[in-house]
């Protein structure tokens, strides 16, 4: 089966297709942007992972990842939501074996991405199917998004999955109402009195303490300490205190705004074992996109988003080249370059400044500076290395997703560093990473066989 899925920013722009194909279990899914946003001069990358350009862009799921790309992901059901979408499945597949019919297929990863009700899918991303039908439409004379004055019949039915003793009508009330959030606990889209998009967070069966009071007192606090957090209040349904919260991905009651996830932002999957922090996420957030290394590079100035893409670019030729088979570390051209890694361990190239950089490499090669010490200490020379994506620290991630670069897998990561007489390897500064360094990298692609 292959399905071909238009996706939709807000009220109609189209920025790409979604290209799914299953093979009886087999899964794979790209995402191809559509040429008029790429020609449009407002146009953005979606996620880290998707770079814009043309043609289709792959992504490799991992073990119990999703199979889109996380820009796309952040939109799919999950936690609570998918526990909904399966109990529903589940009780209808029943239902039709009961009655003699043929029974639904198993659920696939597109059927849970188009489960999510189009109304009230969170962000600004919608997926419109190829009858023209944005998913998941709205079902003939229901709302899916409910009044608040139905707050009550949604936590009873809430209350009925958690307890498992839903009936099919407490799943059916939920299609599409109980779909569109992540996290794992019971919750629902509602609208309120205002006329805004909110959440309503349910008391837990399981709960020991009034939850719900706590995350509205914390986003109370919060706003009173200046933070910009989501209005939120408590109201009373059924005795039970639920959170309601304003929801954050809408303008004006209907207008949606993109909306990515802080994994997503910092370009990591949510499966992986390492662990990362608030800090990572606020400074991902404060990071321009016209400066770079701003903060480990305080008191001086930091390099330009313009003079890192002239690196970037030079880096990509230089790695297409590969000078470390050609040229053995001890071996120069004339502008002063050399190259390491002909075996196989390293492969990166470092720009020696000067004359006294071409005495220091003379004085490494002769085996007259032996002592690393006595290396670091004299050695002033810009680096360009390409590394596996594992070995990227947080700000080369930033500095390659705005750059639009896709990790991937291998050597396909380049990293950039200054190494200054006294000081270990470095983020480049303003001056290092200007044009004149960019003509050593030009240097050794001119200077290949051929």
């Not at 200046?226 to 009373?236: C, H, S």
Request: proline letters at 5%; glycine letters at 8%; aromatic letters at 6%.
């Amino acid at each position: 089966m292959k399905r071909n899925i238009d996706v939709v920013l807000g009220d109609g722009i189209e920025v790409g297709t979604l290209r799914y194909d299953l093979q009886g279990r087999r899964e794979s899914a790209a995402f191809e942007y559509d040429a008029g946003w790429l020609g449009d001069p407002a146009h953005f990358t979606l996620g880290p992972s998707l770079p814009l350009q043309a043609g289709p862009l792959f992504h490799r799921k991992s073990k119990d990842g999703s199979l889109f790309h996380a820009a796309i992901a952040d939109t799919e059901p999950a936690g609570w939501a998918r526990r909904v979408i399966v109990r529903d499945h589940i009780k209808r597949r029943r239902e039709l074996r009961r009655e003699g019919k043929e029974e639904a297929q198993p659920l696939n990863a597109l059927d849970y991405l188009l489960a999510v009700d189009d109304f009230s899918r969170v962000g600004a991303l919608r997926f419109r199917d190829e009858d023209g039908v944005f998913r998941r439409a709205q079902e003939e004379g229901r709302r899916t998004a409910p009044p608040l004055i139905e707050l009550g019949a949604l936590l009873s039915a809430s209350r009925a999955v958690e307890a498992n003793k839903e009936t099919a009508a407490d799943l059916a009330y939920l299609r599409g109402r109980g779909t569109s959030l992540g996290g794992m606990r019971p919750k629902c889209t509602v609208i309120d009195e205002d006329g805004s998009l909110s959440i309503g967070k349910f008391p837990s069966i399981t709960d020991e303490r009034v939850v719900t009071k706590g995350e509205v007192l914390a986003l109370t606090l919060a706003r009173k300490a200046g933070i910009n957090a989501a209005t939120a209040r408590i109201v009373q349904s059924e005795e039970l205190p639920v959170a309601l919260i304003r929801r954050f991905d809408r303008q004006n009651n209907d207008h949606r705004l993109m909306y990515v996830s802080a994994a997503t932002m910092l370009g990591v999957e949510v499966t992986e074992p390492e662990e990362h922090t608030y800090t990572e996420i606020v400074d991902a957030t404060l990071a321009s996109p016209d400066l770079f290394f701003a903060k480990e590079l305080a008191g001086e100035e930091p390099p330009s988003f313009a003079a890192m893409k002239r690196l970037y670019e030079r880096a990509n030729d230089l790695f297409g080249v590969r000078p470390w088979q050609m040229l053995d570390e001890t071996e120069l051209i004339a502008t002063r370059d050399s190259k390491m890694g002909s075996k196989g361990e390293v492969y990166s190239m470092h720009a020696y400044r000067g004359e006294e950089g071409l005495r220091l490499f003379r004085s490494i090669a002769a085996e007259d500076l032996t002592d690393p010490g006595e290396v670091l200490a004299s050695t002033h020379c810009l680096s360009v290395e390409f590394v596996p994506r594992k070995e990227l620290k947080r700000q080369d991630r930033d500095l390659l997703a705005a750059l639009s670069h896709q990790p991937g897998r291998g050597l396909a990561s380049p990293v950039f560093r200054v190494i200054r007489p006294g000081f270990h390897p470095w983020f480049v500064n303003a001056e290092e990473a200007h044009a004149g360094r960019v003509h050593s990298l030009t240097a050794a692609l001119q200077a290949r066989p051929g």
